[in-house]
């Protein structure tokens, strides 16, 4: 698809809509909207070199000027006061990101932009990524302490965007007769609340972010004799997200994503009460869990899923049987903690489909889930690599979703769900009381029609 | 350690190959012994030497990109000085090399210079995982991390090492394999977990029976062996391969390890010793050459031989390598901006990318411990900036960047472009961003916020009061592999005109570091250029251009 070039020219781009006042970000503390444009020009934008750069600093609910002080660094201070999500990092601050073009017609609306990475990131990324590239990336390390000491101070990134637009790194048009027209990249940011949690309340509540010295880089490819090539058609990847909450033991999620070309799709789960919490990481990707109903009683008894089912317009579809773990499901009614079914088994069915949703099995040659993080009855209690679910005061460090992948050969084949509605059948074992929030994202394809003049319509 | 991932090389692409001429192909391994070897003997102070050997190539089959260069290190004062010596952490057996030459009878085809520097730099591009399971085995490197977790108190500033980093040498068996916890040389054994070193096998030793004999991919070292075939047979001419070793200087070969007199207590710190010797008998190139059998009396390389006499134009890359220097900081308390600007020359050559090392300048007749120019990664590495760092390429009188790079992650950015993956290296390990205390203006580190702790060590390198930040365990890894890199090429497959053409003005590197009162040695500033040539083979005879 990326078409040839004739040589490139880097840029950076200031965010459009800061003050002179003050160059910083933030929900709280300056304005939550970040606005880039790239101009309309006869150029490729080589949407592998994008990057979002910037620094981050954590403000503890005592105001301005107090870092906070994760990891008992200091003794006789709690350890956890204002934290990011350690497998998605500084990206939890990005509420959603929209691309459109200079013309205002919107090409992806990337809603709840965090949940979608906890399930990518950790889908293609093992421990030594985040110890490495994802630490500068994402400020990322997929481990509770260490993001604990990196939340202590500046953080500095240089962050690609992850969305649907660039994820396959095409040089995109930007001219208005044989391209997109320029783009708008405008970035909302998270409410603080939903992005830093913690465990000292009178540190943690009323904590914010704040992003500074923002720039937008990359590469400019000069096409062959300085003019685009004339197209007729221009493909492009978009994820579209849709939330949901369940709470029964089989529930059916319907949905009309009206996308004529579905990649993939996946749902990943948190308890309801998690989001928008100071006191809880909303940003994790739990497995369906109970609570006992209890007045301050914590979600996170298991409730394993034992039954899956995708279907278009009422018929199983593509896999034409249920992914059923019911012979996985132990049910302890003597489990301490009232965790009685925190003995059943892994169903690696379920992360199989749910990881060539993330992206095609081939091409998954690390990823973070195993038995550490999904807390399985061999997991080693190893504390020096990514965190361990269930180990101190970790809780829940799964890498679960549910999911699978339409176009299963990795050969660009899509599903047609424009008049057929998706469902996803769920059988598990939750309790009625204990609601879980589900995103799911379809991965889908669009095009973008010209005709001599420029463009003409934008189908998804 | 080839990050480009480019298709393998097949020159018989040019007179195609049915199924059958392929199933004819047979690769055939020789080892071939040097035809000179040199190497100068030791004193007590300065060290060796460098040495030199070169291979010579037989002249058939195809040169395949698998050839190896077996080393072997051993230490014969090992029984005095106990093994309170090895080679360098992460550069392993590579410390030993300096250059390395490709040469067709007396024309230079391609030469690579402080190739240890650069294997290092380019050894950061690779999986952590990749380098934690094979690389121990392949070179003697090792540098992967892991989380510390440890809570109990140390480095004598009261603080714990949780949420650090640390070498990923475990007792519990799930760190890297040639690493232990708690035993540092074989003299002085002390059990102490805030101590790793490597097990025996993977030590320097005395005798040449004990010590591992080390493989060398030299296609880490030529890019050339990756992007074409050398059809040997149908040459007139000689192949010849020549590696000039490091001299055995403080922190090239071998650093000094320590021992640790009994558990709980700092290591006792070693002078370095000379006379690291590379074994002549163990010092062989192992090629792989590709044959074909002959199909219906008819072999595939004469239609070959036919294209040669015409004449086969193929592509490939040279480094042309710069050195310059940074000065020293004069260590006050006010960070002082150092600027440098270097003239590369590089006209009329067509360039694909620029990296750049800046390990800290070495005195070699200083035999401490602390004297390479990092305790830990010995004289290879590239020290960071406690402040700001800006970079700018100026190319034909314009700048490349439309504003100087000015910030750690952005400057990881631009070199992890050159190789088309991300460098795979933390941020603890490049930069100071995120250790810096905030009150202070001299941007000295604080001591809870550093990335790596100061009472944890490595084969017991570093030790020192447990107060300042070079010399003290572990923390001595801050921003000890800030490599800088810039892509100037449009494609990273290997094809001509991929880079970006140079014309009568020189290319103009501008660094700047913040020199501050913790970090202001003077700097090496090496600067290697990936510059396009052309190589043609025709009438038995190699041409190329360029060089």
Known sequence: ?460 | MSMNRRARPNIMKHIGLSSGESQSMRVETRVLEPRTFSQSSGTAVFGGGGGQVSFDLPREGLLDQDVFLDLQVTQPAFATTGAAQGLPIMVGILGCLQTGTIYYNNILLQQTTELAQLLQLKMCFVEQDIRNQTYQVKIGSFSGMMVDHDSLVGGGVGLTSVGKYSFDASSRGNGIVGLQQGIITAIAPASNPDHYDKVPDYRMTQTTSEAPVYSIPLKWIFPFLTQIQLPLGLLEGQIRIVFDFEADFNGNRAIAYSFVPAAGVAPVAQNWVSDNKITQANCKLVVDLIYFDDIDGVNPMERLAQEVMTGIELVYTDYTFIESQIPAGTGGANPEASDTSVLCGLDHQVVRNILVAIPNRVDHTVVAQTGPSNPIWGNCGSCSSQGQTTLQIVINNSNVYPNAINSDAKLFNEISQVFNTPQKTGKALTSWVGSINPALASLNSEAQQEAFPRDKYMCGLGPGAGLAVFGSGESCLQGSLAYYGVNLSRTHQNVLGAGTSIGKSPVEVRLTLQQTQQVSEARRLLIWAEVERVMVIKGGQIIVSGS
Not at chain 1, 341 to 356: I, K, M, P, T, V
């Open chain 1, 1 to 460: 698809m990326s078409q040839p070039v004739s040589s490139l020219r880097r840029f950076e781009i200031a965010p459009m809509n800061q003050s002179s006042g003050s160059s910083s970000f933030s929900y709280r503390e300056g304005s939550p909207l970040i606005q880039f444009e790239i101009g309309e020009a006869d150029l490729y934008l080589m949407s592998h070199t994008l990057r979002m750069n910037f620094e981050l600093e954590l403000t503890t609910g005592a105001g301005p000027g107090n870092f906070p002080n994760n990891n008992v660094q200091d003794p006789g201070n709690p350890d956890a006061q204002v934290l990011l999500n350690n497998k998605i990092g500084v990206a939890g601050c990005i509420e959603n990101i929209t691309i459109s073009n200079l013309q205002n017609n919107t090409l992806e609306y990337c809603r709840a932009y965090p949940r979608l990475l906890a399930s990518l990131i950790p889908g293609g990324a093992g421990f030594g990524d985040y110890q490495g590239y994802l630490t500068q990336t994402f400020g990322a390390t997929s481990n509770r302490q260490v993001e604990g000491r990196m939340c202590n101070r500046k953080m500095e990134v240089s962050m690609p965007l992850m969305v649907g637009m660039f994820l396959n790194g095409e040089n995109i048009p930007l001219s208005f007769r044989s391209g997109t027209g320029g783009l708008r990249i405008s970035i909302m940011l998270s409410p603080s609340i939903q992005a830093l949690f913690g465990s000292t309340p009178a540190l943690t509540n009323n904590s914010f972010y704040t992003l500074k010295k923002i720039s937008l880089t990359g590469q400019y490819g000069i096409p062959m004799g300085g003019v685009l090539p004339p197209i007729k058609s221009l493909g492009f990847s978009a994820y579209q997200n849709f939330y949901s909450v369940i709470n029964t033991n089989d529930n059916t999620q319907q949905i009309s994503p009206s996308l004529s070309a579905v990649v993939s799709q996946f749902t990943n789960f948190v308890p309801t009460t998690h989001i928008s919490s100071y006191a809880e990481d909303g940003y994790k990707t739990t497995p369906l869990l109970n609570t006992t109903g209890a007045l301050g009683a914590a979600q996170d008894l298991l409730a394993p899923c034992d039954g899956i089912n995708f279907l278009r317009a009422g018929s199983s579809f593509p896999l034409r049987f249920k992914i059923d773990s019911r012979l996985l499901v132990v049910r302890d009614p003597a489990a301490p903690g009232g965790d009685v079914f925190a003995g059943s088994g892994f169903d690696a069915q379920r992360q199989l489909y749910y990881q060539g949703a993330l992206r095609p099995l081939r091409r998954t040659t690390m990823c973070l889930a195993g038995a550490n993080s999904e807390g399985l009855s061999i997991a080693n209690g190893d504390v020096n690599h990514n965190s361990t679910t269930d180990i101190g005061n970790n809780g829940q460090q799964n890498c679960y979703g549910i999911g699978c992948r339409y176009d299963a050969m990795g050969n660009g084949s899509t599903a047609n769900f424009k008049a057929q509605p998706f469902s996803m059948r769920l059988q598990s074992r939750l309790n009625g009381i204990s609601p879980m929030s589900a995103y799911t994202y379809f991965l889908h394809r669009g095009v973008i029609n010209y005709d001599g003049n420029g463009i003409v319509s934008i189908s998804t």
